[in-house]
């Protein structure tokens, strides 16, 4: 009886305890005297992890509004029962960033024994993630861009390839889906040094791969990072691959055999590969401490996996916009047309680095749909907050929200309007440097950003030259987005028409009386089933001197 009695007592007051913990914990930021988000539930500010409908990016922007709405510098949330510190004031949000002596990256934590590719820049702390650091921006600093640029032209006649047969097909373009396709041959072309849309391996497709890669960013994946980001001592203990145990095992040989490869034969190439073999071979002669070759083979595999998705996310929300902005879409096309005129009508790096319309146009994009919505820093040691007496513990998670700040009607009036002259050279003035971190900032900051913006600004130019983009039915302008995606990924497929512009059929339509231009329009407009806009955009390639 007396044992009953003990259970019941356990069954019942063991829940209370815990709950009482959980209080407890949630007192954290009052007990500190900083201001706070209430936390709406047991699970803190975070939704359950086994049931999210927003997202942590929601989660963090809402925060951050709500903070600057009290006009606070400064606030706290609860990742569970983790207390987090957000900066809203922008000096302290700078002093953070920089302040390298208080503050490090957060690297998620991995199983150190068993994670080979969790071995990179994301996953490593301290000093060996600044050796690797500055190894791996020296390979960025290599390989200049301009040399990058031919591979990543040569990755776009896939692409075109791919949507013509779909416009001559009358399907309507699923364009995350095209884009992935794209920024997986460019990572692959950069990164591995892999022809674009080529096959390796025993004949096996390696864009394949990278299909296999997106397809395993399971809510498994995002629960166990849900558990490493509010637990980073249970998230040691969990084994996390982005990549099933073959596939990645088959890209860490892949990786090693075209390495082996390169160094036998002697081949040199552009890309990082061969920055890699550079670096390495530096190394050897200096008598510093080399890569070895699963290092190398973690971090060419890092760029990798990844290297495709957050540019596949800022060209997919890019050609959203354009698509139900036409004028921005046609102001942009004289631009790229008249620098394609200037360098003997071809798409030329310098042309593209030119382009102030298409750099407003991009930024825009990152600041309204940041494909990274917030990131992390560490305190590494206490630090007193500038003009308070609050004190930041060591060991406390630091959250910058890019999303919120880029969403911050201070910086950015009507934030939810798609207005790329806020990124004229005055108006980038008014605002403070922090107001815009896409690619956040200081020892941090993403080390494929130049990369990123290549790849971006080529692959726009080469879009926005050949089609008209308008949406399909079924694309609204106002997206919903996937809780549990770490990269900004809208709900539901952003579907879009393209129409292949001819020059000549413009050049012609000029030369062609009023009744043969109306018969051009009417022939194809009954081809097939087209929406009111697409029927504009027709009308637009047909009269281009309306
Ligand atoms: C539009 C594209 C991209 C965006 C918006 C983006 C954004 C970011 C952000 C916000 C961070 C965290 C920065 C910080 O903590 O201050 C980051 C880190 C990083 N990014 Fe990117 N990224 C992009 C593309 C790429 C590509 C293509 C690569 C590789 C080829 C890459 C490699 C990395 C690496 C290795 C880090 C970790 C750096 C470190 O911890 O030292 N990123 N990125």
Not at 187 to 206: Q, R, T
Not at 510 to 536: A, C, G, N, P
Request: proline letters at 5%; charged letters at 25%.
């Amino acid at each position: 009886m007396l044992v009953i009695s003990l259970f019941v007592s356990f069954i019942v007051v063991l829940p209370v305890i815990f709950l009482l913990y959980i209080k407890w914990k949630h007192k954290y930021w009052a007990r500190k005297r900083v201001p706070f988000v209430k936390p709406t539930s047991f699970w803190g500010n975070t939704e359950s992890p086994f049931k999210q409908t927003l997202g942590l990016q929601h989660i963090v922007k809402e925060a951050y509004l709500e903070l600057k709405h009290r006009r606070v510098p400064h606030g706290g949330i609860y990742l569970f029962t983790k207390p987090a510190y957000m900066p809203i004031d922008t000096e302290l949000i700078k002093s953070i960033i920089q302040d390298s002596e208080y503050f490090r990256s957060y690297g998620f934590s991995h199983n150190g024994k068993k994670d080979l590719p969790n071995t990179n820049l994301f996953a490593m702390n301290g000093d060996p993630w600044k050796n690797a650091r500055a190894k791996l921006t020296s390979i960025f600093v290599r390989n200049r861009m301009k040399q990058l640029f031919d591979s990543v032209l040569e990755c776009g006649g896939p692409l075109i390839h791919n949507i013509d047969s779909r416009v001559k097909k009358g399907r309507s373009l699923d364009v995350k889906e095209v884009m992935l396709s794209y920024a997986i041959d460019v990572i692959g072309s950069c990164a591995l040094g892999l022809e674009s849309n080529s096959s390796v391996d025993s004949g096996v497709k390696f864009k394949k791969y990278g299909d296999q890669l997106t397809n395993t960013n399971s809510s498994l994946n995002s629960f166990y990072s849900f558990i490493k980001l509010v637990a980073p001592s249970v998230g040691k203990l969990i084994y996390t691959r982005k990549a099933p145990m073959e596939l990645e095992a088959s890209l860490i040989n892949i990786i090693k055999k075209i390495l082996n490869d390169r160094k036998m034969k002697g081949i040199s190439r552009n890309d990082f590969i061969q920055s890699f073999i550079e670096l390495e071979q530096e190394a050897r002669n200096n008598e510093q401490q080399k890569l070895t070759m699963d290092e190398v083979a973690a971090q060419a595999y890092v760029f990798f996996v990844d290297g495709f998705e957050a540019p596949t996310a800022a060209i997919t929300f890019l050609l959203h916009e354009l698509a139900h902005n036409i004028v921005i879409q046609d102001t942009l096309r004289e631009e790229i047309r008249a620098y394609m005129k200037a360098y003997n009508d071809k798409l030329t790096y310098d042309g593209i680095m030119e382009m102030k319309y298409l750099d407003q146009v991009i930024n825009e994009t990152l600041r309204k749909y940041p494909p990274i919505p917030y990131f992390n820093r560490v305190c590494i040691k206490p630090y007193k907050v500038p003009n308070t007496d609050i004190t930041i513990n060591e060991g406390t998670h630091v959250l910058i929200s890019s999303v919120g700040i880029q969403h911050d009607p201070e910086y950015y009036p009507d934030p939810e309007k798609f207005e790329p002259t806020r990124f004229s050279d005055e108006e980038k003035q008014t605002r403070p440097a922090v107001s815009f971190l896409p690619f956040g900032e200081g020892s941090g900051m993403c080390i494929g950003q130049q990369f990123s913006l290549l790849e971006i600004k080529t692959c726009i130019s080469l879009l926005i030259n050949n089609y008209r983009f308008s949406p399909s039915c079924s694309d609204s302008y106002n997206l919903e987005f996937e809780p549990t995606s770490l990269v900004l990924s809208s709900k539901k497929p952003i579907q879009l028409n393209a129409m292949k512009i001819s020059e000549h059929i413009t050049r012609m339509a000029l030369k062609l009386t009023e009744s043969e231009r109306t018969e051009i329009l009417v022939r194809q407009y009954s081809d097939r089933q087209r929406t009111f806009d697409d029927v504009r955009v027709l009308f637009d390639t047909v009269y281009p001197d309306r």
